[in-house]
Structure formats: C-alpha cells, structure tokens
C-alpha cells in the first residue's frame, strides 16, 4: 500500500468536473516546499478528489489556501522533447482545510488577548 501524507499550498483554484456517469471530480495542485535559503525546493502534487465530497469541497480549494492532503500517491515518469520527467499524483482520501477561504493564514496563527489562556495554552505540562 503506498501512502502519502504533505501540507501545503494551493497552486490555483480546484477544477471540478463531472463525468458522464454523474461522477464529480475536482482536480488540484499543491505545492510542497522543503529546505531554506538557497537549498529550498518546491515539489508540485497534482492531486484528484472524487465523488459528493469533490463538489462540496471544491470551492473552498483556492490558490494560496493551506492544505493537508493524505491519500494514495503514483509516480508517472514521461519523455519530452527535453528529455525524460516526473510528476506526483494523489488520489485523495482526506483533506484538511488549514485556513480560511483565500485568507492564507493559519488558525493557529490567531494571537492571544488574554495572558492567562496563553500561558495556559503554551503550558509544559501533559494533560494526561
């Protein structure tokens, strides 16, 4: 079983379709980036969602939008002019909306009014 899990960012807006059997699909590209400075890499995931959640969820998949995707991942190798190439693909089984619509910020990222709930929050003690 191949299984993928990534966070990252909506390259465009999702493309959502309909197949002659009623069938909705919603197609998307993520972009995962991973290192820093002059050693940072951009990796593209084109990603494919299917069935009622694809309509339901297709509006709220717009560039810029934070994502967690998991799902079952392929590797497709192709041959261009320029030579021989690859690209990621997922099927997604489950997607996590980090922010809100087009906002490009994180919930978490919502600063504290109140000191006490921070300190609360930020506490080094295990609740358990």
């Known amino acids: 079983m191949n299984i993928i899990t990534f966070t990252g960012r909506v390259g465009q807006d999702a493309d959502l ?35 009622q959640r694809a309509e339901k969820v297709a509006k709220y998949i717009t560039k810029g939008t934070p994502v967690t995707v998991y799902g079952q991942f392929d590797l497709r190798t192709y041959t261009t002019k320029n030579g021989p190439g690859a690209s990621i693909t997922c099927d997604v089984a489950d997607i996590a909306l980090q922010g809100g619509k087009g906002s490009g910020e994180s919930q978490a990222a919502v600063p504290f009014d109140d000191k006490k709930a921070a300190d609360a929050a930020f506490s080094d003690e295990i609740p358990f």
């Open 17 to 51: 379709r309909q197949t002659p059997q009623d069938r909705y699909v919603c197609n998307f590209r993520v972009v995962c980036e991973t290192g820093f400075g002059t050693n940072k890499k951009a990796e593209w995931i084109d990603c494919s969602l299917f069935g």
